[in-house]
């Protein structure tokens, strides 16, 4: 059997190519890189690829636009966000479809993430004009004191290939409206949505230069980063390993970073929730985007009164799951992004099993389809901490259970990570659930809520998990400097 699409053709994004300063351009170099369809392997199309010259050109755009749109007023400013944001639910069918076959998610969870897109521009724009400075009270009566916000500068950000236009619109919108350039890099994997956002800015009438698009190669586009001193900040989404080797490489200029990086959520349930109910709402949290979901739970602790009828339910709905394409009605699981995901949720499994997990579902490639990266929805049973599984951050439909007997030891077990981005609680007592929020580890707490994440609440870890926050005002304030003015009077 093949995964065939029932939609009409895709549209995708008529550019292809970089945005930089105002104008669609080849690389330099003439360099190209094939988009391939996960749920089929196929090639979508060809964008340009560029190098350090490409990198450096969209730099000096940025730089050179910096002084003119920080002049402009947060109104001004916001009038094309916001413009943006109209245009982007225009087309919010073509871009969903357009993210669905270069990255595999269905096609409604594609367009949440285009209409979340939407939402990240529209509150910023909104909020920006809020950026209020402050009158410190004088001691002295002949000084007068006051605190302004001056934009941090030109902006760098790199973004994954998970949610290539919302994780990008929560950098790009905040800096934009506070008055910052920007220089941008989508994911080898999933250019086409980042490129059709810029399409969106273009259209709304954002000025030349002010935000560009590098395709191209990572290393050069963070040495044209780091190299260039009028770049003052720059905003990462990815792996730990990576957001660390950037933070090192930050300190020769003590240029800003925001990181928002790796994470390992446990999902705990308590004996008064609604078993069948948690367990829908816990087997959608994990194989959302077939787990590959920064904030996804990826460990889960059940209650020992319930753990036995979560994992007969839990395991009866991941069974039956519609696994296809993406673009087909009813697909609730599509294909990973590459073939190298799939071998690390081999692996994953793999480790599991040899250490005495039991595969209660899934635990192989699908056997369905002929072409795409198809790997079955896993249940694990028997799980403990000398598998990989626990220990590592598993970006895969794989979901471990475990049980627990009390509050403390649960807290304690989900702590036991170098990670901290997000956890899941669901109870219905106030009690626990206050305990819980208080006492565990990690900068995104859903209590009952297995998709927290809003644009105008703080989105970021902690521990190893990354530095600052994303969306909320802390999103906005992340972007901008603090000024201390103090003035003498005469007389």
Known sequence: ????????????????????????????????????????????????????????????????????????????RAKILKKTAEIIRERADALARTMTMEQGKPVPEARAEVMQTADTFEWFAEEAKRSYGRIIPNSVMNKRHMAI????????????????????????????????????????????????????LEAAG???????????????????????????????????????ELIRRSADHV???????????????????????VAQAAVIGKFRNNGQVCISPSRFFIHEKIAKEFTEIAVEIARNLKMGNGLDAGTQVGPMFEAKAIAKAQELVDDARAHGASILTGGCRSSKFDKGFYYEPTV?????????????????????????????EVIAAANNTPYGLAAYVFTNDLTTATRMAEGLEAGIIGINDPVPATPQCPFGGMKESGLGRELGVEGLESYLETKYVSIGLRG
Not at 38 to 60: F, K, L, Q, Y
């Open 255 to 277: 240029k800003r970073m925001s990181m928002e990086l790796g994470g390992h959520a446990p999902l705990i349930v308590f004996p008064d929730a609604d078993v069948a109910q």
């Open 149 to 200: 916000s001056h934009p941090v500068g030109v902006v760098g950000t790199i973004t994954p290939w998970n949610f290539p236009m919302a994780l990008a619109s929560r950098k790009i919108a905040p800096a934009l409206a506070v008055g910052c350039t920007v220089v941008s890099r989508p994911a080898d994997q999933t250019p086409l949505s980042l490129i059709g956002l810029f399409e969106c």
């Open 1 to 76: 059997m093949s995964a065939t699409a029932t939609e009409p053709a895709l549209e995708f994004p008529k550019q292809r190519r970089l945005f930089i300063g105002g104008q669609w351009v080849e690389a330099i170099g003439g360099g190209h890189l094939d988009v391939i369809n996960p749920a089929d392997e196929s090639v979508i199309t060809a964008v340009a690829h560029g190098r350090r010259a490409d990198a450096d050109r969209a730099v000096a755009e940025a730089v050179k636009t910096f002084p003119t749109w920080k002049s402009l007023t947060a109104y001004d």
């Open 206 to 244: 954002l000025p030349a230069g002010v935000a560009n698009l590098y395709i191209g190669s990572s290393r050069e586009f963070a040495d044209a980063l780091f190299e260039e001193h009028a770049v003052r900040k720059i905003s990462f989404t990815g792996s730990t390993e990576v957001g660390k």
């Open 380 to 408: 694990l049973g028997n799980v403990d901490k000398s598998m990989r599984i626990l220990n590592e951050e598993p970006f895969a439909p794989v979901m471990p259970l475990l049980s627990f007997g009390s509050l403390e």
